[in-house]
DNA sequence: TGTTAGCACTCTCATTGGGTGAGTGCTAGC
DNA sequence: GCTAGCACTCACCCAATGAGAGTGCTAACA
């Protein structure tokens, strides 16, 4: 007994129609709804026949069958291959973004909004990740007598800036000439290799041996700090039957309030540009009723941020896929583009 | 028929109890639990008095009786006027904040965290308002050949940035005189102002106007734009009976997530250091069973923030008004004292 | 041999109706 | 003014009932 192109059409039709309605769906309704020039007997036959190979699962035995995880997974893997993603126009998403500053939080959290909107599920963005980021250029800012504001400008635009106390005064030309120093001695490299680079100056230095020290800590802090997580969306899970009980909605919602878990799940991709996991796929207990479909966006560096929707497992696959093809592709647009420009010159 | 002492213990004990329970509170339960040294018929007249009075509301007849929002008003206010609010001890509080960076937004995060897991409400924190936020100092900071980093320090250590472009190549030394410049035009004026001296300096200086009028544009763009509101414990409010039905749990969540809806709910203080605002009292439909409680900080150059707990008006205000005080004292030390050290030198 | 009609069977879900218990209001007595 | 007692009212729980949806199986049909 394998799986015959008229198996797949019915299994095709359940899964259609689950989708839609969330509620268990028997053979009668397959045979009016979809029309397959069957009789509800012969749809019978076969969905025990799917039950059986393990695609179909039976509630109770009075009720109709929904699909399993691995009926998802044959559906979306089909889906995939067939190329079978409906091309969304780009112009409706780039609305969403043109006029607006183009500050890394700001269009993060921008694009789990709209993300979150066109989906109706729970969108999480996640920026570019910070682990190849190279420094650029580092400037020091008085912001008192003692205290100065470093910024560190890296080669995604992304700003790292902090306060650090100095101990004794030190002039505005004086910081100037630091800064230029540190950009010198910095640029090019990466986050954990400027921390050994400080100390190795702290050791030179001795009269700005504080100062560089600070510096050396703060750079360590920001390699291991997560990064800003936007998320949208949230009250969207909620439309669904699935989550009528509010101990599932507890379970959602306190992965959701820690964001270093939510980003950990959702970017779990091996750098392919699109996954899909489908409820225990995911490995999580809490939601083995989810499924996570996460693409990738790269900056014009290279480097590369996730965005990810978070449904049930009966999500609409097919519109998620294309929703997330043309944000991840605008998003790197975006990104890409900035720099593109000035590149140019 | 008035309120006398009586009256206002066994209101009392209903307040306690119903807080505790979230259940409807009968007779019985008052003159056992709570020993009045009076009977349960007793204690029924009297209920059935503070009914009349509006203080008590009964779901239906043969159930106890549950506080109205006007019983609850009476309770915070004696609350506060007896200054019954334990005080707790500071240091563990403080001891959540040492060692951690000093950057607003990360101190604004750790406190709505510390805050919703002390309470186990909804925390909501507010950063200072930045309606008369100052500019000290303005530096420009290159990216690539054609954009430029804005970075605007503010009284209240708030950092602004955003890349801006620029059209002609302008070396790392005219930016540095540039930056000195502006910060001698713009320091100690508002953004607000500041926008009118850049549209200023923008028609005089005609071979930097292009600049200053992005400049000033983004200037503008900051002063509307919503500033970082952190959220935590959205989750704790699942736990209370008040919010098995799943819709309220969506009223608020999507409350929550529009935020700029919840800054100004919870900011609507007339600058009282607490106050206390019970179900109807908030304005807000969605809300008409939460309270707000919410107390200010203040930052050392007088700028205040918020920091706001929601719950069910059944919450403990008790303990929540005694939370919001040493968080906010601990807040205003925290900003205060970072640049009160400075002020020392 | 595959398809279909028919039928008995199973199980959920919504409804109904009595029983229980918590709580009230009222009255009469202390 | 307080309290004991009592009748009364509901919400809630539980079991029984019946309708409806869907299945599996069998027998007939093309």
Redesign the pocket.
């Known amino acids: 007994m394998g799986m015959d192109e008229r198996k797949l059409r019915i299994l095709q039709a359940i899964i259609d129609d689950y989708i839609l309605t969330a509620e ?6 397959i045979s009016r709804k979809y029309d397959m ?6 749809i ?2 076969e ?2 026949d799917l ?1 059986e190979l393990g695609y179909l699962d ?1 509630p ?6 929904i699909p399993s995880a691995k009926a998802y997974r044959l559906y979306v893997d089909q889906l995939l291959e067939g190329g079978k993603i409906p091309s969304l126009n780009a112009d409706a998403v780039r609305a969403h973004f043109t006029g607006r500053g183009h500050q890394m939080e700001e269009v993060i959290d921008r694009a789990a909004q709209v993300l979150s909107s066109m989906t109706h599920y729970l969108a999480v963005v996640l920026p570019p990740g910070s682990q190849q980021v190279r420094i650029r250029n580092v400037q020091l800012v008085p912001v008192s007598t003692e205290s100065a504001l470093v910024v560190i400008v890296t080669d995604v635009g992304v700003v790292r800036d902090s306060v650090i106390r100095i101990s004794r005064h030190l002039d505005s030309e004086t910081l100037y000439s630091i800064s230029r120093a540190l950009t010198a001695a910095l640029s090019g490299h990466t986050l954990q290799e400027s921390q050994a680079i400080l100390r190795e100056m702290a050791r030179n230095m001795e009269e700005n041996a504080e100062l560089l020290a600070s510096l050396g800590n703060m750079v360590g802090d920001h390699t291991v700090k997560r990064s800003h997580v936007a998320v949208g969306g949230t009250s969207n899970m909620l439309t669904y039957p699935e989550y009528s009980d509010v101990e599932k909605v507890r379970n959602l919602l306190s992965l959701v309030e820690t964001r270093d878990r939510l980003a950990s799940i959702v970017a779990r991709n091996g750098s392919v540009s699109v996954t899909v996991r489908i409820g225990p796929e995911n490995g999580v207990p809490e939601m083995e009723d989810c499924s996570v479909v996460s693409a990738v966006y790269s900056t014009y560096s290279g480097q590369q941020g996730t965005i990810g929707v978070i449904g049930p497992t009966r999500m609409n696959y097919s519109k998620v896929l294309s929703v997330l093809g043309i944000m991840g592709q605008q998003l790197s647009e975006l990104f890409g583009a900035t720099e593109g420009q000035d590149e140019k010159s």
Chains 1, 2 share one sequence.
Not at 24 to 29: D, E, I, L, M, Q
Not at 37 to 42: H, I, N, R
Not at 60 to 65: E, K, L, M
């Open positions: 268990p769906v028997g053979s009668r309704t020039g069957l009789s509800s007997a012969t019978r036959n969905m025990s039950e039976q109770h035995v009075s009720a109709g069958r």
